[in-house]
Protein backbone atom coordinates (compact mmCIF):
# COMPACT_ATOMS: atom_id res chain seq x y z
CA UNK A 1 0.00 0.00 0.00
CA UNK A 2 1.73 3.32 -1.17
CA UNK A 3 1.15 6.22 1.46
CA UNK A 4 0.76 9.67 1.36
CA UNK A 5 4.16 11.77 3.16
CA UNK A 6 1.80 12.86 5.51
CA UNK A 7 0.14 9.68 6.41
CA UNK A 8 3.64 7.92 6.90
CA UNK A 9 4.00 11.42 9.30
CA UNK A 10 1.35 10.69 11.02
CA UNK A 11 1.86 7.11 11.82
CA UNK A 12 5.27 7.42 12.82
CA UNK A 13 4.01 10.24 15.30
CA UNK A 14 1.78 7.92 17.05
CA UNK A 15 4.23 4.90 17.04
CA UNK A 16 6.80 7.37 18.74
CA UNK A 17 3.74 7.63 21.76
CA UNK A 18 3.43 3.84 21.80
CA UNK A 19 4.32 1.05 23.53
CA UNK A 20 3.92 -2.03 21.10
CA UNK A 21 4.25 -5.61 22.65
CA UNK A 22 3.40 -6.65 18.95
CA UNK A 23 6.67 -4.42 17.41
CA UNK A 24 4.74 -2.42 15.51
CA UNK A 25 3.69 -5.78 13.30
CA UNK A 26 0.67 -4.32 11.79
CA UNK A 27 2.86 -1.22 9.97
CA UNK A 28 6.24 -3.08 9.61
CA UNK A 29 4.11 -5.64 7.17
CA UNK A 30 2.63 -3.00 5.22
CA UNK A 31 -0.92 -3.31 6.72
CA UNK A 32 -1.44 -6.74 5.81
CA UNK A 33 -0.99 -8.17 9.61
CA UNK A 34 -3.39 -6.57 11.03
CA UNK A 35 -6.25 -7.83 14.48
CA UNK A 36 -9.62 -7.66 13.06
CA UNK A 37 -11.39 -4.44 14.11
CA UNK A 38 -14.05 -2.64 12.50
CA UNK A 39 -14.73 1.09 12.79
CA UNK A 40 -18.22 1.39 14.96
CA UNK A 41 -17.97 5.08 14.92
CA UNK A 42 -16.62 6.64 17.73
CA UNK A 43 -13.32 9.15 17.54
CA UNK A 44 -10.86 7.00 18.90
CA UNK A 45 -11.61 3.01 19.39
CA UNK A 46 -12.88 0.51 17.22
CA UNK A 47 -14.83 -3.20 17.98
CA UNK A 48 -12.40 -5.77 18.16
CA UNK A 49 -13.55 -9.20 16.49
CA UNK A 50 -14.11 -12.33 18.23
CA UNK A 51 -11.89 -13.53 15.88
CA UNK A 52 -8.83 -11.96 18.26
CA UNK A 53 -7.42 -14.69 20.38
CA UNK A 54 -3.97 -13.78 21.31
CA UNK A 55 -3.98 -11.43 24.13
CA UNK A 56 -3.83 -7.74 23.70
CA UNK A 57 -2.76 -4.86 26.02
CA UNK A 58 -5.51 -2.05 24.18
CA UNK A 59 -8.02 -4.48 24.59
CA UNK A 60 -10.95 -3.51 27.28
CA UNK A 61 -14.34 -4.87 27.73
CA UNK A 62 -17.29 -2.43 28.48
CA UNK A 63 -20.34 -4.14 28.54
CA UNK A 64 -21.06 -6.89 26.13
CA UNK A 65 -18.41 -5.16 23.20
CA UNK A 66 -15.16 -5.84 23.05
CA UNK A 67 -13.37 -2.81 22.19
CA UNK A 68 -9.81 -1.45 20.61
CA UNK A 69 -8.11 1.34 21.88
CA UNK A 70 -4.92 0.84 20.23
CA UNK A 71 -4.15 4.77 18.59
CA UNK A 72 -2.20 3.44 15.84
CA UNK A 73 -4.80 0.94 15.20
CA UNK A 74 -7.70 3.25 15.05
CA UNK A 75 -5.48 5.50 12.31
CA UNK A 76 -5.25 2.44 10.19
CA UNK A 77 -8.85 1.61 9.93
CA UNK A 78 -10.18 5.62 9.61
CA UNK A 79 -7.25 6.36 7.51
CA UNK A 80 -6.79 3.45 5.40
CA UNK A 81 -9.73 1.84 5.46
CA UNK A 82 -7.97 -1.63 7.02
Do not use: H, W
Amino acid sequence: MELTQQQREKIEEIANGLRCPKDFKCSKSGFDTLCKAVDIGFDSILECSDDNKEPCRFRALAGNLMLCTCPLRTYIAKNLRK
